[in-house]
């Protein structure tokens, strides 16, 4: 469990995959031991199109996360998000791209309370029309080479640093890992976004707090974490 008082809005934010995690035990035993390495935000990422898979899978996350009390962030899918919400699951979250449907319609659906981030690549005009409909982060990227997403297009680390003023937690994603994850911080990034660094070997639970003593390192912070 994360120690930072500011929650959901400074950390490590873990992102799972259907190639590193196909199937179900995978990716429950590795997100449970992401979760005890302590994240700010675990996000379901799921491309296979199956619906059975994807209410099962969220469904079992959602579990996992309140009793970590992380928010369990949905990708792509406002009506998932929404049914998890409405089957009494707390802190769901949904994450939108540019072409995943209209943010501010997802914001009224699912309520002030609920947090909506956005992608918005390498442009901070995505940014200031995130924020004015509603979001609760805005995400960058891809800063460094990803073998997750290789195809996605590239940012500069001085964005971070140019959305300062936007007053939102700023994501940095792509190709963040113990070593990357210094740059984007020091550029202003407060939650760092990694599927491989997290879920790309063994013991999750080690490469977690590895990731969050290097970031506790570059802000000169004690970990406290047990
Ligand atoms: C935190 C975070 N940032 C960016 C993305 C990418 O979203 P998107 O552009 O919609 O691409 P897919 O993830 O759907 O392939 C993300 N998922 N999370
Ligand atoms: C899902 C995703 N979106 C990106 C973007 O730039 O929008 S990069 C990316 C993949 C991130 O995985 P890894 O940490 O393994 O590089
Ligand atoms: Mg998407």
Known sequence: MTTDPRG???????ITDGVLLPDDHTLLTACDAALRGGLALLQYRDKSGDDARRWRQATSLASLCQDHAVPLIINDDTALALRLRDAGFAGVGLHLGQRDGELAEARQRLGVEALIGA?????LDLAERAKAEGASYVAFGRFFASRTKPEAPPAPLSLLTEAAGLGLPRVAIGGIDAHTATAARQAGAELLASVEAVFGGSDVEARVRHLNQQLALIEGEHDVTP
Do not use: S, V
Not at 8 to 14: E, V
Not at 119 to 123: D, E, I, V
């Open 119 to 123: 992608t918005c690549h390498a442009r």
């Open 8 to 14: 959901w809005q400074r950390g490590l934010y873990a």
